[in-house]
């Protein structure tokens, strides 16, 4: 398995991913993952097996010395497979590269995989926000502060 940049040709495929990985009204519209794709701020990463896309991420630098996962989606049969690590590893170290300080993200309050994924990578919960998504689920927000890996 290994890591690539988005290409322009991505984007079907991953909006296909996106949405088999979230609820309707929760995953993005076509339009809404072309702009965080395309946005000069962000980065995508693209996880390949033997030329088929298993996951990607978005990341968004954000004001304040902030990094925020914008989606991270990984194909049902391949999570628990280190995808998401992987990902989420590319997506930590770029945000030390740009010298961000923390990077934050939101997960339904009642997504306990993801949950226990992130809060095992680190992240606290530092916020709820009640029905923050369309289907009513709250959200919680977690963050992880960053340090610096000795190279």
């Known amino acids: 398995m290994h890591l690539r940049d988005v290409r322009s040709e991505d984007l079907e495929t991953l909006y296909g991913i996106d949405q088999a990985c979230f609820a309707p009204g929760i995953a993005y519209s ?11 701020r962000s980065r995508t990463w693209v996880a390949e097996e ?10 968004e630098r954000q004001a304040r010395k902030a990094a925020h996962i914008v989606t991270i989606d990984v194909v049902e049969s391949w999570r628990r497979r280190s995808v998401g690590s992987l990902l989420m590893d590319a997506a ?17 309050e009642n ?12 992240y606290k919960k ?13 959200a919680l927000i977690m963050l992880k502060w960053l340090k ?4």
Not at 50 to 59: D, E, H, N, R
Not at 111 to 122: D, Q, W
């Open 30 to 40: 076509r339009e809404a993952l072309s702009e965080f794709i395309g946005n000069r």
């Open 111 to 122: 997504n306990l995989p993801a949950r226990g994924f992130y809060e095992a990578r680190g």
């Open 92 to 108: 930590e170290d770029w945000a030390r590269e740009q010298k961000l300080e923390l990077v934050y993200l939101e997960a339904a």
């Open 50 to 59: 033997k030329g088929a896309v298993v996951g990607f991420l978005i990341a």
């Open 126 to 138: 530092v916020d709820h926000v009640p029905e923050y998504y369309s289907d009513g689920a709250s």
């Open 148 to 151: 610096r890996r000795d190279l």
